[in-house]
């Protein structure tokens, strides 16, 4: 059994202070007082919420523009299917750019006690695949040159020729697996439907986060449940449920194979933004790497600190 450190609070410190930098300049155009703003969560994105106006405030990382566009985009288109999703504040305001990243406004949801229906997963996934995707952006996707900047910033941080040796392995056979990615369909995908971003309200349920939405391979966006039955303790009878929702199972699939290894690849490579300077991070990086080949779960260390969606969680307030 691992043992599990706590976060260091100096690298986040400035990644928050950051961010309210960027929601307090994004809030002065549109007249929001931040006065009961709190930080709602820290990683990928930051959020906050702002209880007196019922929104929730998403502030990208720099560079995340066109993501946050994508997110906008698709949200609204998904929800001019009547998909359960949660679209963002209407007009102009609901995407402002900031020198530090994007902010996009959305409604504040505040979830009730409902285990995730995986049924209702894979159903509204079938719904989301099935439709036309007219006027929808390409899916946003991590390139293969930012993730060799992704890698060399990590390398120079932490020069360990092993850990070296292990990520270099693991590029090569995440470049290998990426052949299969031109033989795959396309069409609309959510981009990461992962049971974290199903949200519980007395409304109903609601499929959230669309940074990865757009026009993109089908069979991907299915990745993320096997690699939760894999990696992350979802049950078989959950699986099942979300396969016969959906109505077929990709691992008859030949090709599902190397699609579910690039997602747990995936789950490796996102680990190094933060490795370099997060103990907690570098520990379940060491981890991920020594039981890649096996079927070890990964949720021991990670629990309360990086999750198989990559967030560290914090109010259960969200968008």
């Not at 991907?220 to 992350?232: E, M, T, V, Y």
């Not at 907690?280 to 990086?306: I, P």
Request: aromatic share 8%; glycine share 10%; net charge neutral.
């Amino acid at each position: 059994m691992r043992s599990s450190k706590a976060l260091s609070a100096d690298p986040i410190t400035p990644l928050v202070a950051g961010a309210r930098s960027a929601l307090e300049r994004a809030a002065a155009t549109i007249g929001l007082d931040l006065a009961d703003a709190e930080l709602a969560h820290c990683g990928h994105n930051v959020g906050f919420t702002l209880p007196g106006a019922g929104l929730f405030a998403r502030v990208g990382p720099p560079g995340s523009q066109d993501k946050a566009r994508n997110a906008v985009v698709c949200s609204r288109y998904f929800h001019q299917q009547n998909l359960p999703v949660v679209p963002p504040i209407e007009g102009r305001h609901a995407l402002a750019s900031t020198a530090y990243g994007p902010v996009t406004f959305w409604p504040l949801l505040h979830p009730v006690d409902a285990p995730v229906d995986f049924r209702w997963l894979g159903r509204t996934l079938r719904r989301l695949h099935d439709l036309p995707g007219r006027g929808m952006p390409p899916a946003q996707r991590t390139s293969r040159r930012d993730l060799g900047s992704r890698v060399g910033r990590f390398l120079q941080s932490r020069p360990d020729p092993s850990v070296r040796r292990k990520i270099e392995a693991l590029v090569r056979e995440l470049d290998e697996c990426a052949l299969v990615l031109p033989t795959l369909a396309v069409g609309p995908v959510h981009g990461d439907p992962y049971p974290s971003n199903v949200l519980a309200t007395a409304a109903g349920y609601r499929l959230l986060d669309y940074d990865g939405s757009g026009i993109g391979h089908q069979l991907l966006d299915l990745a993320p449940i096997f690699a939760a039955h894999k990696r992350f303790g979802l049950g078989q009878a959950d699986l099942k449920a979300f396969v016969d929702g959906y109505g077929s199972d990709p691992r008859a699939l030949p090709e599902f194979g190397a699609v579910l290894r690039l997602r747990e690849l995936g789950l490796v490579t996102w680990l190094l933004k933060f490795a370099g300077h997060l103990e907690a991070y570098y520990d379940e990086l060491e981890w991920r790497l020594a039981t890649l080949d096996s079927t070890d779960d990964w949720t021991d260390l990670g629990h309360g600190v990086v999750d198989a969606a990559g967030a560290t969680e914090g109010s259960a307030c969200r968008m």
